[in-house]
């Protein structure tokens, strides 16, 4: 008769550092922050238990609707721009040899500068004085100024935006396109199918997981922008580059309403959660009726 040998339980003590880590990091803000958002504070030692009243009064905030509409159509649109440009510039890439390595590298570059110093270049990039892209528009007669008009304030933002961050959507649709075995470009061409019919019926596909990946992360990220807008335009000129971050920063910094401020970061953070949730579900239902 053989004997069930007891299972060894003694792993699960590697992982309680990490356990430990999170709830450090993770947790333990979110408890103090879900009690700043139910209480009013007076004081150092002056507390009022004030219950659901700071998210009613942050859900009724005109400037949170208006900031929300900003950060919807401002990551809606990094999405419409970089996944389609990204998955380009992937397909144009070098397969494989010395180019594709320079490539990669050039690529790259851009995730490696800092959010702060993104705002730096593009702040005086974009100046009428002494930057490149301000003196040209210039000289080709458009009136540009991101410091007072709002449109090229937001414009910038996102082609700002763009620069950065495209690299991501590229060097993931890379690594997708690499995986994809040689056999199924093999059958295309003994078939004779043309270039469209095979991004369409053997990269897209193929693709998908991955540029799954992709548009949550770059949602995710595009959300949370602050550090490059806040560099670049602080905010202005008015409210037309303000998003949601910043709306919570000034409140919580600025104005120092922790109450309401505490109230409106668990709102941020549920609305991305939801966001995230219907993006992925919505990407999961169109791959399963493509694959049945």
């Not at 043309?194 to 991955?210: C, M, S, T």
Request: net charge positive; aromatic share 14%.
């Amino acid at each position: 008769m053989n004997r069930i040998k007891p299972v060894n339980q003694r792993a699960w003590w590697l992982v309680l550092p990490v356990l430990l880590s999170v709830a450090f990091s993770a947790l333990i803000p979110l408890m103090t922050v879900v009690n700043y958002s139910v209480q009013d504070i007076l004081g150092p030692s002056q507390r009022v238990f004030v219950g659901m009243e700071w998210y009613k009064e942050t859900l009724r905030d005109p400037e949170l609707h208006a900031a929300l509409l900003r950060q919807l159509t401002f990551s809606i649109a990094v999405l419409l721009i970089e996944v389609p440009l990204g998955v380009a510039l992937a397909l144009a890439m070098p397969a494989r040899g010395w180019r594709a390595s320079l490539t990669l590298v050039i690529f790259a570059m851009p995730l490696l500068v800092p959010w702060n110093v993104v705002g730096t270049i593009w702040q005086i990039f974009a100046r009428g004085d002494i930057g490149l892209l301000g003196y040209v528009l210039a000289r080709l007669g458009i009136g540009y100024n991101y410091a007072q008009n709002p449109t090229d304030a937001w414009v910038t933002v996102l082609i700002m935006d763009v620069w950065h961050w495209t690299s991501l959507v590229a060097l993931l649709a890379y690594a997708g396109l690499r995986a994809i075995p040689e056999a199924y470009y093999q059958a295309a061409r003994i078939d004779g199918a043309g270039r469209w019919a095979v991004f369409r019926y053997i990269e897209l596909p193929k693709l998908r997981p991955v540029l799954m990946i992709a548009v949550l992360l770059r949602f995710m990220d595009s959300f949370m922008i602050y550090t490059e807008p806040f560099v670049l335009t602080g905010g202005g000129p008015g409210t037309s580059t303000t998003f949601l971050s910043q709306y919570l920063t000034q409140k919580a910094v600025g104005q120092f309403d922790l109450g309401p401020a505490a109230a409106f970061s668990l709102i941020y953070f549920l609305i991305i959660l939801l966001a995230c949730f219907v993006l992925y579900n919505f990407m999961n239902q169109a791959e399963t009726r493509d694959a049945t």
